[in-house]
Structure formats: structure tokens, C-alpha cells
């Protein structure tokens, strides 16, 4: 059975810093592009960041990009999502994701291309 399964989310004042993990079982994801989504309530899931397969590749949301660097341990079959600078608006649950397909060229920043969710991580900002 594959599983995604985040950690790292808590409580956390206007500024600090945070660093989320996700740690995959039941296959490994080496040669598939990762991701990070967030959804606030009553909003619609987001994209974060993402890396590619080859380690090569970074995208983020403009809102956050010089704030968080995502990162991916292949001997681990994790990838980290390190935030700085945390605004009490990114209060929101935080999934990880694995793409459909491997070796994809590019980065996607879409839901659509995402298979594999975990149940999520929440990260709470606090003013």
C-alpha cells in the first residue's frame, strides 16, 4: 500500500520558521516529481512547491518563493519542505504529493497531475 505520510506541522508565530517532511512507503517515488499543496478553510488546495524527478528542477508559488526551499532525500524516499518567514495567511493544511507519471519533464504546479496525496500536516501561524 503506498503512503504518504507528512510531519512537522504545529503551532508556529508570525516570522518563525517550520520544516515539513514527508516520507514515503509501499513504492519508492525516486523517479517521480514531488509536491507540496496547502488548503485553507474554506478555500481551494494550492499549489507550494514542487521538484522534479531529477533533483533538477524547483518551482514555487510567487507568494512564498524566496521563503521556502523544497528539498528531496532520495535515500530516505522524502522530500522536506523548509518555510521561513511564516505569515499568520499560510495557516493551512499542507499535503505532499507524488505525480502520475515518472521521469516527467518539467514541473507541474497543478492537482491534476498528482496521484498520490498524504492525509496532510497542519501549520498554524499565529500573530
Known amino acids: 500500500q503506498v503512503q504518504l505520510v507528512e510531519s512537522g506541522g504545529g503551532l508556529v508565530q508570525a516570522g518563525g520558521s517550520l520544516r515539513l517532511s514527508c516520507a514515503a512507503s509501499?513504492?519508492?517515488?525516486?523517479?517521480?516529481?514531488m509536491g507540496w499543496f496547502r488548503q485553507a478553510p474554506g478555500k481551494e488546495r494550492e499549489f507550494v512547491a514542487a521538484i522534479s524527478w531529477s533533483n533538477q528542477t524547483t518551482a514555487y508559488v510567487d507568494s512564498v518563493k524566496y521563503r521556502i526551499t523544497i528539498a528531496r532525500d532520495a535515500a530516505k524516499n522524502a522530500v522536506a519542505l523548509q518555510k521561513n518567514g511564516l505569515r499568520p495567511e499560510e495557516t493551512a493544511a499542507y499535503y505532499c504529493a507524488a505525480e502520475s507519471l515518472s521521469h516527467r519533464t518539467g514541473i507541474s504546479r497543478s492537482r491534476e497531475a498528482y496521484h498520490y496525496w498524504g492525509e496532510g500536516a497542519q501549520v498554524t501561524v499565529s500573530l
Open positions: 509501499g513504492r519508492t517515488f525516486r523517479n517521480y516529481g
